[in-house]
């Protein structure tokens, strides 16, 4: 055994001449070696730790080493190479040559061509969870026409893919909170116990009572949001972005832009007249403008209402967006992770496609403003130059 343990060390270390390669493969070829050389091969492998090897690996290593020598599956704890069935010579000559090197790599999984990949991501749909004042989850996903039951207040069901709120149909005054929260790729509508209707884009979520019984109407959204508010005099509508800026409305159609990683928000009025009010002071909004919420509000007076809620509409528009700012829409909306692979490039996108087209297709229509993309598992999108 001395002999062989030497030849085998040398042959690790690139120090074996061919007349000794051959003596080991020989060596290795007879029936009554296979349990020597097994625990000699493991000694290799233990002296490249300098720790004991991981057991997990050795089990691992164990496993695969027998697929080679063909023989059946050892039970644990028990001797770790029994007598063998004689090796084929290409099966030694694997072992003794590669056996160290191939055992200490991880085990790769198949590797998925990059297109296939990508045709395996579709588009967002409609879909969010509804969580009720006594925690229960709902998902909305699936659910067309169907009573969820009472909130106290109002009546909650989904009537053709919309979630409503009927406040004649339950008594009381008490008010209670429901949460809507999409999911990236989700994005769903719904309408409140005053009429408002809403619409959340991906990951996004609005926190609101079952009734408006207060003197005001007052809202949680995070993410982004459209909104068409019913006219109510004696209740303002008050919606709370991230629990800093108030937007307040009496009735009017507007869009709030706030997503954390987009480090600004943005409330962009369509219709009527809103207030934006920050710690730092208050400014009021016509119709076409935009305020910018950062470090402190900034008024765009001509501002492009329709790349605001080009979302709502099913369209994405880069017009002139930055490379950055349009890979966390696609984000978002395909539930995706955006990886850059030598820093963000500085490239613009121009014109607008449909939400509804699949990523593949997407990323054909990105790719003319000169950048390349590369999936890859775990739903990872490489962009690189």
Known sequence: ?????????????????????????????????????????????????????????????????????????????????????????????????????????????????????????????????????????????????????????????????????????????????????????????????????????????LRYPTAFNGSERRVEITGEAYFEVAKDKTKPFRAVVNGGTTVEVLGTEFNINAYPDDNETKTTLLQGSVKVVRTTGTVTLVPGQQANVKNGVAVVREADTDKAVAWKNGLFDFDGMPLEEAMRQLARWYDITIVYEKGVPDIRFYGAMSRDVSLAGMLKGLEGAGVRFRMEEGRKLVVYP
């Open 1 to 205: 055994m001395n002999e062989y343990a030497v030849l085998y060390r040398k042959l690790m270390d690139n120090d074996c001449s061919p007349e000794e390669v051959d003596r080991l493969v020989a060596w290795l070829s007879e029936e009554d070696t296979a349990p020597l050389a097994g625990e000699l091969i493991f000694e290799q492998l233990d002296r490249s730790y300098e720790e004991p090897m991981p057991e997990d690996l050795r089990l691992r290593l164990e496993s695969r080493l027998r697929n080679i020598l063909g023989h059946e599956a050892i039970p644990a704890r028990e001797p770790r190479f029994r007598k063998m069935r004689t090796w084929g010579w290409a099966a030694a000559a694997a072992a003794i040559i590669g056996i160290s090197v191939w055992f200490l790599q991880p085990e790769k999984k198949p590797t998925v061509p990059s297109a296939q990949l990508l045709e395996q991501i579709s588009p967002g749909s409609n879909g969010a969870v509804l969580t009720l004042a006594d925690g229960r989850q709902v998902r909305l996903d699936s659910l067309e026409n169907d009573t969820i039951g009472a909130q106290a207040g109002a009546l909650v069901a989904v009537r053709n893919g919309q979630l409503t709120y009927d406040p004649s149909a339950a008594a009381g005054n008490e008010v209670q909170f429901n949460t809507m929260a999409t999911p990236r790729g989700r994005q769903y509508q719904l309408r409140l116990p005053d009429g408002t209707k809403v619409w959340l884009n991906a990951a996004s979520s």
